[in-house]
């Protein structure tokens, strides 16, 4: 069983936030990738992350080149600089992720009616803001923004509280990506009037 949204509204806003994301990973600037979840009042209750700092930065002269399993690295060289990559190894990691963050509802406390969710990404130390018109991005508040190590841990406490369930490791030869979910204290106190 799959469900699948059809409301051309929520699936156009679900298309221009998968743009906006890869255009900012082809750039190499994004450090996490993360699906907020809320209450209908904007309380975060949920966080899914994507750690994608480990991902290689390809210039526009390289040539992503996909191989399967029976494919040597001599018999896919070419000319240009190239980046050889065994898709199948990269599809069959991700599906294993998907199936992962499906099933991770058994381990997680139950969520309210009425939530929202979003996309947010968090830049890398020395990248440049996405800004631009129209503008694909709303800048976080200052409180939230990377100010340290230090301040930035202190400040997710807050937010987000201490309880974190790793998902998984996407691992292949040139793809690194790390995946877990938190769970904040807002959560765990449903009963409260601000939710």
Same mark, same amino acid.
């Given at each position: 069983?799959?469900?699948?949204?059809?409301?051309?509204?929520?699936?156009?806003?679900?298309?221009?936030?998968?743009?906006?994301?890869?255009?900012?990973?082809?750039?190499?600037?994004?450090?996490?990738?993360?699906?907020?979840?809320?209450?209908?009042?904007?309380?975060?209750?949920?966080?899914?992350?994507?750690?994608?700092?480990?991902?290689?930065?390809?210039?526009? !002269?390289? @040539?992503?080149?996909?191989?399967? +399993?029976?494919?040597?690295?001599?018999?896919?060289?070419? $000319? *240009?600089? &190239? /980046?050889?990559?065994?898709?199948?190894?990269?599809?069959?990691?991700?599906?294993?992720?998907?199936?992962?963050?499906?099933?991770?509802?058994?381990?997680?406390?139950?969520?309210?009616?009425?939530?929202?969710?979003?996309?947010?990404?968090?830049?890398?130390?020395?990248?440049?803001?996405?800004?631009?018109?129209?503008?694909?991005?709303?800048?976080?508040?200052?409180?939230?923004?990377?100010? !340290?190590? @230090?301040?930035?841990?202190?400040? +997710?406490?807050?937010?987000?509280?201490?309880?974190?369930? $790793? *998902?998984? &490791? /996407?691992?292949?030869?040139?793809?690194?990506?790390?995946?877990?979910?938190?769970?904040?204290?807002?959560?765990?106190?449903?009963?409260?009037?601000?939710?």
């Amino acid at each position: 069983m799959v469900r699948q949204n059809r409301h051309p509204d929520v699936c156009a806003w679900i298309n221009d936030a998968v743009t906006a994301v890869h255009n900012e990973l082809a750039k190499g600037v994004i450090e996490r990738v993360s699906m907020v979840i809320s209450s209908s009042n904007s309380v975060p209750l949920e966080r899914f992350v994507f750690d994608v700092s480990s991902l290689p930065v390809y210039s526009d !002269g390289d @040539e992503i080149v996909e191989t399967d +399993h029976s494919s040597s690295a001599e018999e896919t060289e070419s $000319p *240009l600089a &190239s /980046i050889i990559i065994p898709m199948a190894d990269v599809e069959e990691q991700y599906r294993a992720t998907l199936m992962k963050i499906s099933t991770c509802d058994a381990k997680l406390a139950k969520l309210p009616e009425n939530c929202v969710f979003t996309i947010s990404v968090e830049l890398k130390d020395r990248a440049d803001p996405p800004i631009g018109h129209p503008q694909p991005w709303i800048p976080a508040q200052p409180s939230l923004e990377r100010a !340290g190590h @230090e301040l930035k841990v202190r400040e +997710h406490a807050k937010i987000m509280g201490p309880k974190s369930t $790793p *998902l998984r &490791s /996407i691992e292949t030869e040139r793809i690194k990506i790390e995946c877990w979910v938190q769970e904040s204290q807002a959560k765990f106190s449903l009963g409260q009037s601000e939710l």
